[in-house]
């Protein structure tokens, strides 16, 4: 069972994350802060050595979250091209998928903590890098498996459609329009069965 302060620094982290990651490092105050835990600036850094650390605690947290939903996608079919189909299919409703996160991690982390904050920055590569890892090892499987060819290495397609997909996140993020996820998606879709086919 978890000790009182294990729980608080629980509540905490999984109250500030979507707060962090709509504001950013640097548009979060500490009254955000409060106002959302309802705990003073003493509570909450009585569990955090300092705004950084509690940063870098919520993005692990949403990252987590993302991860996690992307292994269970990746793992809910049995043939490569379904595992990278259903890839395609979540990131058309990623929007919803990500309300509670207070947006996408990786697109908000990653643009906010650029010449903000080096470890934010270097957690957020980090996480796109194991999210292009996870896609190559499953067009790396197939591959071995007799189940599809490729042109280009595995990573290389694994780099090239995540690119495609975060770049439909972010037009999508800023103009609100979700035709740049359905139509993006559509498009990567059609692209993996002539690829794969």
Known sequence: MASKAERTTKY?????APIFNKHGYV????SHLTEA???????IYGNFENKEALAL???DYNR??????????????????SKIQALIAFHKQYDVFTIELGGCPILNTGVDAQHNNN???????????????KIALVLENGANNGELRLSVP??????????MIQGAIALFTMT???KYLANTMAYLSHLVNREFN
Do not use: C, W
Not at 12 to 16: H, K, N, P
Not at 27 to 30: A, E, I, N, R, V
Not at 125 to 131: D, L
Not at 154 to 163: R, S
């Open 37 to 43: 835990t309802g705990l003073t600036k003493g509570a």
């Open 12 to 16: 905490i982290i999984e109250t500030v």
């Open 119 to 133: 470890l934010l920055a270097a957690a957020n590569k980090e996480t796109i890098r194991e999210i292009e890892g």
């Open 27 to 30: 548009g979060t105050s500490m």
């Open 57 to 59: 605690a919520a993005f």
């Open 154 to 163: 595995p990573l290389q397609f694994a780099k090239q459609l995540y690119t």
């Open 176 to 178: 609100q329009d979700r």
């Open 64 to 81: 987590q979250i993302l991860l996690e939903k992307i292994d269970h996608v990746l793992n809910s079919e049995e043939k490569t091209i």
